[in-house]
């Protein structure tokens, strides 16, 4: 009798990686935006002034290996590590790789700081508009605008105003920042180093420093701060060498599903939690890759393959709940985290349409012109 085979009731993925990530039909934006939203949740929990510091269901799912807000910054950096390699792949030339990651990231950052630092500063400060012509504001704004020129240690007071909303970071997950600009000048190196094809050359490289940075981590340790999030941009970046032969979908994630079940009765009795960080990274981003490869079908979502508002949500949405803390009686985390939410999409849309998506035409009519 023929045994069947589960994995033969889920379709294959039609179609390669390469050609997801190639197209304009795929469905990584949303898969972005996905993991943004996420992050408001985490830090709507961690902000409410009810229950100050609570932890979000998910995270108290996922402690002590990670949280909800470090599993979506990590399948960003995932996510990230495909898309920056192939923009270093599709056009090595050091001067416009780095021209379109400074339209990407510093106007619609430097727009963010202006504004949240100008609103913060004239109504939530102990001087008020006073504190407008102070140096400090408009060191905090530039510095963090230009990431602190990519600085290994950042000084605290650099990240926070005395007397601004209590002396609190202005803006958290700028961190996060910092790291992925020294990615992208990892990928600039790496690329006009290589000495061999640059799909091949990148591969290596990418899995030499992944295997540097887990088993010899004294190699890398004066550039990457944590191991787990420069693991998964070079896991993105791997990911997009192989990605012409690479097919990602439901059984792909249906795998990841039965190999972290398979391991969870060992890990509770070794470690009294079913799940570890690699099996919790390894379910969430083939589930990534696989809703990304998989492109979006339905008339509503299509609209997100063509704006991006996830880096917006992601920049405004932590001193959007502060101010929201500011202003408000206290709320308990579902309404935080719902009002921050509404307010911070809100401003998300018009960073995209206003700052972001006009900075990036720029700068593409300025390459075409024979930069």
Partial sequence: MAILNPMRLLPPPTRTLAGAIDGHDNGFNLVRLVCALLVVV??????????????????????????????????????????????????????????????????????????????????????????????????????????????????????????????????????????????????????????????????????????????????????LWEARMWSLFLCGMLLYTLAPDLRIGARHVACAAAFVAMNATRWSDLNHHPLTWFGIALLACTAALAAGAGGVRTAPLRHLQRHDYSYGIYIYHWPVLLLLRAVLPPLGPLATTALGMAATVALAVLSWHWVEAPAQRVARAWLRRGM
Avoid: K
């Fill in 42 to 223: 985490f830090h709507g929990w961690q902000l409410n002034l009810a229950s100050p510091g609570a932890h979000d269901p998910l995270t108290r799912l996922l402690a002590p290996h990670t949280d909800l807000g470090g599993l979506a910054v990590g399948v960003f950096f995932l996510v990230s590590g495909i898309f920056i390699t192939q923009s270093w792949v599709r056009d090595p030339h050091l001067l416009r790789f780095a021209v379109r990651r400074v339209a990407r990231i510093v106007p619609g950052l430097f727009a963010c700081l202006l504004l949240t630092t100008l609103v913060a500063v004239a109504f939530f400060s102990d001087q008020g508009w006073h504190g407008l012509f102070e140096r400090a504001t408009w060191r905090y704004v530039f510095g963090n605008t230009f990431l602190h020129g990519l600085r290994y240690i950042i000084p605290p007071q650099e990240l926070s105003l005395p007397g601004v909303l209590g002396g609190q970071p202005l803006n958290g997950p700028l961190w996060t920042l910092y790291w992925e600009g020294r990615m992208y000048v990892m990928v600039a190196l790496l690329g006009l180093a290589a000495v061999l094809p640059l799909r091949t050359w990148l591969r290596g490289a990418a899995i030499f420093l992944l295997l540097a940075a887990n088993l010899f981590p004294e190699v890398a340790a004066g550039y």
